[in-house]
Antibody, heavy 121, light 108 residues
Framework: EVQLVESGGGLVQPGRSLRLSCAAS????????MHWVRQAPGKGLEWVSG????????GYADSVKGRFTISRDNAKNSLYLQMNSLRAEDTALYYC??????????????WGQGTLVTVSS | EIVLTQSPGTLSLSPGERATLSCRAS???????LAWYQQKPGQAPRLLIY???SRATGIPDRFSGSGSGTDFTLTISRLEPEDFAVYYC?????????FGQGTKVEIK
């Protein structure tokens, strides 16, 4: 059974940093691209960042480019999101999502339950 | 960036009725790269449809997707009580993903 478990969220002041983690199990982690998607309270879904299986291809939404860094450790079956210079508008539930394996289709077939990040003074 | 606009914002229907949800893209999207998700309160999104019309594993056949180019549709043929939720379309293009703002299907 595929499991994605996020951690690392919490209350942080504007301008500070936070590192999110996602522990993956139930599939061969290093075969798949992984992503972070966030959802502000009461709002819709926003793709944040994605990383290919070997970290060779990385992308970011314009809203986080230059502030957030995605990484992965295939030996530890883990995905990370380093968030710097946090702003109030970064407040959201952050989901870890697994991308499906086919290059013909680009969608997310499994999601974690999310970790809440609150940016406030 | 491709913008996805979903309509209506809210759909009020009764169990057993047919639901038709629209997703319109600001420019043409490859059908292969269009997906639909369902999200219930307090839960993570769940994949329903990928490639515009292919049902994900375990998704009942009352859910169907169609469309091409800039206009895509998710249809729920007969609403079951567990189908009342928010639905999002998603596209991939130019090395990024975008979601529509969502359509809430509520009980009338």
């Amino acid at each position: 059974e595929v499991q994605l478990v996020e951690s690392g969220g919490g209350l942080v002041q504007p301008g500070r940093s936070l590192r999110l983690s996602c522990a993956a199990s139930g599939f061969t982690f290093d075969d798949y691209a992984m992503h972070w998607v966030r959802q502000a309270p009461g709002k819709g879904l926003e793709w944040v960042s994605g990383i290919s299986w070997n970290s060779g291809s990385i992308g970011y939404a314009d809203s986080v480019k230059g502030r957030f860094t995605i990484s992965r450790d295939n030996a530890k079956n883990s995905l990370y999101l380093q968030m710097n210079s946090l702003r109030a508008e970064d407040t959201a539930l952050y989901y870890c999502a697994k991308e499906a394996g086919s290059p013909l289709f680009r969608y997310f077939d499994y999601w974690g339950q999310g970790t809440l990040v609150t940016v406030s003074s | 960036e491709i913008v996805l606009t979903q309509s209506p914002g809210t759909l009020s229907l009764s169990p057993g009725e047919r639901a038709t949800l629209s997703c319109r893209a600001s420019q043409s999207v490859s059908s292969s790269y269009l997906a639909w998700y369902q999200q219930k309160p307090g839960q993570a999104p769940r994949l329903l449809i990928y490639g515009a019309s292919s049902r994900a594993t375990g998704i009942p056949d009352r859910f169907s997707g169609s469309g091409s180019g800039t206009d895509f549709t998710l249809t729920i043929s007969r609403l079951e009580p567990e189908d009342f939720a928010v639905y999002y379309c998603q596209q991939y293009g130019s090395s990024s993903w975008t979601f529509g703002q969502g359509t809430k299907v509520e009980i009338k």
